[in-house]
């Protein structure tokens, strides 16, 4: 309004750029109703700041504290770490833990007599029980209570057995507080299988040669095929022959024959690890079978009168392998169908193959 304009003596600027400093001073000014006007402007205090203060653990909510992490396993099973840093860490568990971690132990009561001193029938029950074994929680260990046996038993293959699964001997009922679980362990014939699962054989063969041997013993790029020769009785009277009919027919075959009367148990469950196809007499060695990798094929050989299919053929069938079997004879008798001496004089008889 040009009236309103001359009463306020108010002139328009001979340049527009003078009203740059008075438009930027009003935008950086902080918002204020009496700008425009000639009212002074009430004034207003400026909130005083505290005097800033150390932070500590009592004033400062922004602090968080991080409770040191407690393992998932004991030091012990952790072997990357040193000794100091073991120590360091198992002084943080709390005793309830400890207690919790503690080494379990599971009472096997292994029913059987005299005949728990062949490795094969001992087996039986240490296969089980080392698939209960597995169950508790780690670190843990065995005790073999012998309540119908009351000698030690001496046998080298049973005894490193024993030493790689951790199980000890005792003749005397244990006391209830001395163990954390307690079951009864029989002849596979009250259960048809020698592991409650296929995991369990691959664990205790990977536990006596290790993961990565274990690992190698799974793949070979030539077809292997092992001959297992007795050396007293149910001998392969034409091994010899067999071989060239074999080597014949596989000329990129890996063949081997082997005898395991002086033969440490690691080695044994090795040369079963490496193996596709297996030839052996029936005998105390097909134990080393629960050592076979899954898909391994055996044919077991049975000599005239002596025929127990029911016994390997569970522990094979447990670990994922395909069994066939020859007997050499017309008649054949079941194994309860004889004596004891009925038997024993039946295992002795050698055996000749076929070659059709």
């Not at 004034?43 to 998932?72: G, R």
């Not at 780690?138 to 000698?151: A, D, G, I, R």
């Not at 447990?318 to 004089?345: A, K, P």
Request: glycine content about 4%; charged content about 25%.
């Amino acid at each position: 309004n040009t009236n309103d304009s001359q009463q306020r003596n108010l002139q328009p600027p001979e340049n527009t750029n003078d009203l740059l400093p008075e438009v930027e001073q009003l935008q950086t000014e902080p918002e204020n109703p009496h700008a425009l006007t000639n009212d002074p402007s009430p004034e207003v205090e400026e909130p005083k700041t505290p005097p800033e203060q150390p932070k500590t653990l009592n004033n400062d909510l922004s602090l968080k504290i991080e409770q040191p992490k407690i393992p998932l396993l004991p030091p012990s099973e952790i072997p990357e770490l040193n000794r100091g840093v073991q120590d360091a860490l198992e002084a943080t568990i709390p005793v309830i833990l400890k207690e919790e971690r503690r080494q379990k132990t599971l009472v096997c009561e292994i029913l059987a007599d005299a005949i728990i001193k062949h490795f094969p029938h001992f087996s039986e029950t240490l296969f089980d029980c080392w698939s209960h074994l597995r169950v508790l929680p780690t670190p843990h260990k065995c005790v073999l209570y012998f309540s119908q046996w009351k000698e030690p038993l001496t046998a080298t293959w049973s005894t490193q057995m024993m030493g790689y699964v951790n199980c000890e001997q005792i003749y005397e009922k244990p006391k209830k507080e001395s163990y954390d679980a307690y079951i009864k362990v029989g002849s596979i014939l009250s259960r048809n299988s020698w592991f409650q699962s296929k995991n369990d054989a691959i664990e205790l063969t990977k536990l006596i040669l290790g993961p990565e041997n274990y690992q190698k013993s799974l793949t070979s790029e030539k077809l292997r095929i092992g001959f297992v020769q007795r050396e007293k009785s149910r001998i392969i009277l034409n091994l010899t022959s067999l071989v060239e009919i074999v080597e014949e027919q596989y000329p990129d075959a890996i063949i081997k024959v082997e005898k395991f009367a002086d033969m440490n148990l690691r080695d044994q469950v090795e040369w079963y690890a490496n193996q596709d196809l297996i030839i052996a007499a029936h005998g105390a060695g097909l134990t080393n079978l629960a050592f076979a990798h899954e898909c391994v094929v055996v044919f077991q050989l049975y000599c005239e009168g002596y025929y127990v299919p029911f016994y390997f053929n569970p522990l094979l069938k447990d670990v994922g392998g395909i069994m066939f079997e020859y007997y050499d004879g017309d008649e054949y008798n079941i194994h309860f169908s004889q004596t004891h001496r009925e038997r024993y004089l039946a295992r002795q008889n050698n055996i000749a193959i076929s070659q059709e």
